[in-house]
């Protein structure tokens, strides 16, 4: 067991480092914070609740974001290092494929959740902000302040360990931009938009941290998509099914679950007598419950409807939605390892 930790532990912390350098990695963190930063003169266009507006925005901008670059770092870790031949060095050790397989999306799992920290991080500061609804909306700032310092600290101490210390500049950034954001965060909640001090809690909304923290559940679900299909293709259809199993896995209510419901209701209106198991209506009930089943249902994890209609999310929903991420996780690294048993790559 011990052994088993050892190696385990080893496969993460490569791939975790060999995550955050990955050049896309920083892209996506520009993209991600440009939209953002965007999103804010976007939502003053609407004529009723921009703030609203604001977090769909900011939230789906981050999703996306975090659905492309699991698509890319699984392949990066994973099926590039099986092209290459370098997979190889690591299984002629005594390393089986099974610990592997789970390394590497643990690795790839915790670089995708630091990106997406760094990316909360500056979307809750634009919701302290706030939305600009009219040209007499005072600028908040200490968020100005304390958003733009960190991320000036980020960028020049990335610089400077790269022009120094020839360390990586994605992954020196990304592990001093999620500190100094959250300190930036900390600091913005202490003040209002002149500078005038209120306590913490005042512009802090914990709803706000459990829908990213469910969103970051969604994420790992994605990455195990990933990884189970970088086990045999190349980054492009890696990134392909990711896509289609995420638009899918979000409409799975819509395509299939109301589907069912409906066929449901039409079967409890016929008679015992005239029922038959073989006509169409069963085989498509069939074949939604189980698209229904197999896909991962992102819908469940995106939390901006309760956010935006002020809703309360219960604990007791933790509770129904983390076991079935949980299983599906499992699932779909079980898939991953069996796929990758019969790959070859000597």
Known sequence: MLEFLEQLWAIVRTTFAESIRQPVLCVGLVVGSILIVLANPLSGFTLEDDQRLLIDLSLSSIFMVGVVLSAFLATSVLSREIENRTALTVLSKPVGRPTFVLGKYLGVTAALLMAVAFLSLGFLLAEIHGAMETVRTPYHAPVLTFAASAAALTVL???????????????????????????????????????????????????????????????????????AASTRLGQLPTLAITGVVFILGLLSDWLFGRTIARLQEGFAAIPDADRSIFDGAHLLYGLCRACYAILPDFQLFWLTDAL???????????????????????????????????REIG
């Open 157 to 227: 101490g990335g610089a400077a360990a790269n022009y120094l210390y020839g360390w990586s500049f994605t992954s020196t950034t990304v592990t001093l931009g999620v500190p100094l954001l959250t300190l930036a965060y900390l600091l913005s909640l202490l003040f209002g938009p002149e500078w005038e001090s209120h306590p913490i809690g005042t512009d802090f909304d914990p709803e706000l941290i459990v829908a990213i923290g469910y969103m970051g559940i969604a994420l790992a679900m994605l990455v195990a998509v990933a990884i």
């Open 308 to 342: 935006t209609q002020k809703r309360e999310i219960p604990l007791s929903y933790l509770a129904v939605t983390l076991p079935y991420a949980a299983v599906m996780i499992v699932a779909l690294l079980a898939i991953a390892t069996v796929l990758f048993q019969r």
